[in-house]
T-cell receptor, first 111, second 115 residues
Framework: GNSVTQMEGPVTLSEEAFLTINCTYT??????LFWYVQYPGEGLQLLLK?????DKGSNKGFEATYRKETTSFHLEKGSVQVSDSAVYFC??????????FGAGTRLFVKA | NAGVTQTPKFQVLKTGQSMTLQCAQD?????MYWYRQDPGMGLRLIYY???????DKGEVPNGYNVSRLNKREFSLRLESAAPSQTSVYFC??????????????FGPGTRLLVL
């Protein structure tokens, strides 16, 4: 069946460090891929998305490229800030109204 | 715009009690969703409503019922709460209702503890 696997956290980085959060998926067909972010005490909000192979989604300095050959959608940011501390969810949509979310990766950024 | 609002923010129930979680959106969205979030498991879909007047089961519907009261409101009811339903519940909405994976907008969540 369809599934999303993302790296376990927590990930702890110093301010201005490079961030990678890995996400791989299993799906039939041509899914759309998303990264959502959840700040403390809040609901999830869309960070970026990509709807077809080789698309790059980007927002607020974060990027992710839809790689069909490696079934991956890794999240990257060149220089993290304390305000980026949150939980990041990779998500997969293959059809109907059902989005499959990964388990989430908690990021801590130290000043 | 308030976006998606949920009440209550926090609730403690005893096993066997019932309660209704309320959700409303002011974005004129067609589709609405209820998820539960458990540690290490991401979000799992309980029920969704593709459009006003329709509801369908998601991945984990057992023990829950829903009502799409109108286009704005989508409630989740626990008829007889169980400790396994201790979780954080999120309501979400999306615009088009085409089922093509458009962006979902989430409420702040309801934290439920069942003793």
């Amino acid at each position: 069946g369809n599934s999303v696997t993302q790296m376990e956290g927590p990930v702890t980085l110093s301010e201005e460090a490079f961030l990678t959060i890995n996400c791989t998926y299993t799906a039939t067909g041509y899914p759309s891929l998303f990264w959502y972010v959840q700040y403390p005490g809040e609901g999830l909000q869309l960070l970026l998305k990509a709807t077809k192979a080789d698309d790059k989604g980007s927002n607020k300095g974060f990027e992710a490229t839809y790689r069909k050959e490696t079934t991956s959608f890794h999240l990257e940011k060149g220089s993290v800030q304390v305000s980026d501390s949150a939980v990041y969810f990779c998500a997969l949509f293959t059809g109907g109204f059902k989005t499959i979310f990964g388990a989430g990766t908690r990021l801590f950024v130290k000043a | 715009n308030a976006g998606v609002t949920q009440t209550p923010k926090f609730q403690v129930l005893k096993t066997g009690q019932s309660m209704t979680l309320q959700c409303a959106q002011d974005m004129n969205h067609n589709s609405m969703y209820w998820y539960r979030q458990d540690p290490g498991m991401g979000l799992r879909l309980i029920y969704y409503s593709a459009s006003e007047g329709t509801t369908d089961k998601g991945e984990v519907p057992n023990g829950y019922n829903v009502s799409r009261l109108n286009k704005r409101e989508f409630s989740l009811r626990l008829e007889s709460a169980a400790p396994s339903q201790t979780s954080v519940y999120f309501c979400a909405s999306s615009e088009e209702g085409s089922g093509r994976g458009e962006t979902q907008y989430f409420g702040p969540g309801t934290r439920l503890l069942v003793l």
